[in-house]
């Protein structure tokens, strides 16, 4: 349990034939963004202390580019996921679509004709955080077996996140599959990104992750403070950034005070009404 993870939590699945990971990835984008429009009116969002663009046109890069980018290493295998996590992860702010997995940990992703080290793989990070996972799906019993006895050695081993041996899937998969793509978005995550919270527990009902300092379930992660005689509101987010929006009347402020979601009102009341600056 942590900010970011909860036990019992809501996942939206999905699945198309003779669709693969660009579909996914395309439908994905177009829908968030539809989403973020018709929840907040606009499609950006603050996240984090990050002003987050979730309009088309997202960021779709390799993982493997995106590690030799930053530390000037081709890798592959269980060492790219390592450097990936260690250097890479935190730093996706904007949409980012990263693609190409290693075959290591993605038992269940059709391996790409090109490299097969690799897969038809892909996760969506926004403000340094995962927020779905998608997959060519791999429809070769063949190479399911294979990969499941793989995983099963890593089992033995003491990794507790290696897929068991499905046999009821294998013997589904020689009746055949078409070619399909799968896509899986975490709902509670996504709640969190469109109403400017950094902890899960400000977005399901019955939170297990209690807060470290006693404070009401409505605490966003930003403070807010006002200048009336100037009509300006500072907002000071817990992960260091200050923003300031100018020209804010009493009035708004006085129902910011009182509204059940700090962040949500910020998004639809505050941002796009008012001249925004970020002082640092």
């Known amino acids: ?95 980012t679509f990263v693609m190409d997995f290693p075959v290591e940990n993605s038992p269940l992703a059709k391996k790409k004709n090109e490299d097969p080290r690799f897969t038809y793989r892909f996760e ?68 969190m990104l469109l109403t400017g919270q950094n902890s899960i527990r400000e977005v399901i009902l019955f939170p297990l992750l209690k807060p470290e300092f006693a404070e009401s379930s409505s605490a966003a992660s930003f403070t807010p403070n006002y200048n009336a005689a100037e009509k300006k509101l500072y907002v000071q987010w817990k992960s260091g950034p200050v923003y300031a929006y100018y020209g804010v009347p009493k009035e708004t402020y006085a129902e910011m005070q009182k509204a059940p979601s700090l962040g949500k009102f910020l998004n639809t009341e505050i941002k796009g009404k008012f001249e925004e600056e970020k002082l640092f």
């Open 124 to 191: 969506l990070f926004v403000g340094g955080s995962e927020f779905g996972n998608a997959f060519s799906e791999l429809n070769d019993p063949i190479d399911q077996a294979e990969r499941f006895k793989a995983q099963m050695k890593e089992r033995a081993k003491g990794d507790d996140e290696a897929q068991p041996y499905d046999a009821d899937y294998i013997r589904a998969l020689q009746f055949g599959l078409a070619p399909t793509g799968g896509l899986g978005i975490g709902i509670d995550r996504l709640a």
């Open 1 to 95: 349990i942590d900010t970011t993870h909860n036990p019992e939590f809501t996942m939206m699945e999905l699945y198309q034939a003779f669709a693969d990971y660009h579909d996914m990835m395309d439908l994905t984008e177009e829908m968030i963004g539809e989403i973020a429009q018709a929840v907040n009116g606009t499609t950006t969002t603050t996240f984090n202390g990050h002003e987050i663009d979730l309009a088309k046109g997202w960021r779709r890069a390799t993982m493997q580019e995106l590690v030799k980018d930053k530390i000037g290493l081709e890798l592959s295998g269980m060492p790219l996921i390592e450097a990936f996590e260690k250097h890479i992860e935190e730093t996706l702010i904007q949409p």
